[in-house]
């Protein structure tokens, strides 16, 4: 999700200055994502150079209020009406982590993988006792992002575990044999590399 249609979303609902928009932000997330009030400020100020927002004069305690514009709501339209893309989401960072750890000498990926699924199921707990802990109507909107936490969580043990099965079958290439192929059932054989069949 982009702050800049979290800030456009939360706008739809009323004139807000910087303070109110953070602090509105993380009601609504749950405060699963906290924001700095620089990045709300910093955001607003490209809202309003492209004309989603505009400011308000001052209040007489020197707040600024923004509020949406006929553009921005435009913009929140077709954002709440597009799908989200794998390709918008950041990198999987613990995907590539398994993957340098597998090509990096000295690297005992086994304990990267249990490290891992333990520190995830501690998120999972945390979580998971969050989620019970009300069930108020009221708090649906957080709710649901916690149950999105609450899944992610539970596919990210998941993949761990069959990344800890794979590595039970890994058997990591050497250079110049060619990969093993299956004779009588039995992927044991290894053909053997050019060089070799020539002597």
Known sequence: MSIR?????????????????????EESTGSTWPLNI???????ARLERDGLVRSLPESEAGQ???EITDAGRADLTLWFATPVS???RPRDELAIKLALAL????VDVRSVVQTQRAATMRTL??????????DQPEELPWRLVLDAMVFQA??????????????????PSVPGRRPPVEVDGSAEAVLPTDEEARR
Request: aromatic share 12%; charged share 25%; hydrophobic share 30%.
């Open 5 to 25: 249609h979290g800030l456009l979303a939360l706008l739809e609902r009323g004139q807000m200055y910087g303070y109110q928009l953070r602090a509105a932000f």
């Open 38 to 44: 620089g990045q709300v400020y910093t955001t607003l």
């Open 64 to 66: 600024r209020p923004y």
């Open 86 to 88: 794998r390709t918008d």
């Open 103 to 106: 090509t990096t000498p000295g």
């Open 125 to 134: 707990q945390e979580l998971t006792r969050l989620k019970y802990a009300s």
């Open 154 to 171: 539970e596919a990210e043990v998941r993949w761990l575990d069959h990344c800890e099965t794979s590595l039970v079958r890994y058997r």
